[in-house]
C-alpha cells in the first residue's frame, strides 16, 4: 500500500513557475514509477509527466515539454513536479500517482489506468 500526498499548488501569473511536491508513505517508493495527472474542470485526466522507478528516464506530452520537468528523490520517498512558463490553459487539479509495474514508452504512462494509487490533488490555477 502506498499512500500520496501532494503539495505546492496555488495561483500563479501567466508565465510564472510553480512547484509540486509529491510524499509517498511505505519502505517501496522505488519500486514504483511515478506519474503527474491533472483534471480541468469538464475535461478528462489529462497525462503530464512520468518518472521511471530509478529516476533515469521521463516521460512528457507535447503540452508540456519544454515546460515541465518531474524528478524524484528514492532517499526522500518524494517526487516533483516543476512547472515554468505556465499558461491559463494549465489550470487544473494536479494529481500523482504510482505504478507498480512500470514501461518504457510515453503511450504506456498516459493511460492513468495503468497506476495503482493516487493522491488526493493539488489545485494549480494560472491567471491571465
Given at each position: 500500500?502506498?499512500?500520496l ?24 517508493f522505488s ?42 528523490d ?17 489550470t ?28 488526493q490533488g ?7
Amino acid at each position: 500500500q502506498v499512500q500520496l500526498v501532494e503539495s505546492g499548488g496555488g495561483l500563479v501569473q501567466a508565465g510564472g513557475s510553480l512547484r509540486l511536491s509529491c510524499a509517498a508513505s511505505g519502505r517501496t517508493f522505488s519500486s514504483y514509477a511515478m506519474g503527474w495527472f491533472r483534471q480541468a474542470p469538464g475535461k478528462e485526466r489529462e497525462f503530464v509527466a512520468a518518472v521511471s522507478k530509478s529516476g533515469s528516464d521521463t516521460y512528457y506530452p507535447d503540452s508540456v515539454k519544454g515546460r515541465f520537468t518531474i524528478s524524484r528523490d528514492n532517499a526522500k520517498n518524494r517526487v516533483y513536479l516543476q512547472m515554468n512558463s505556465l499558461k491559463p490553459e494549465d489550470t487544473a487539479v494536479y494529481y500523482c500517482a504510482a505504478d507498480g509495474r512500470g514501461g518504457i514508452t510515453r503511450a504506456y504512462y498516459s493511460n492513468y489506468g495503468r497506476y495503482d494509487y493516487w493522491g488526493q490533488g493539488t489545485q494549480v490555477t494560472v491567471s491571465s
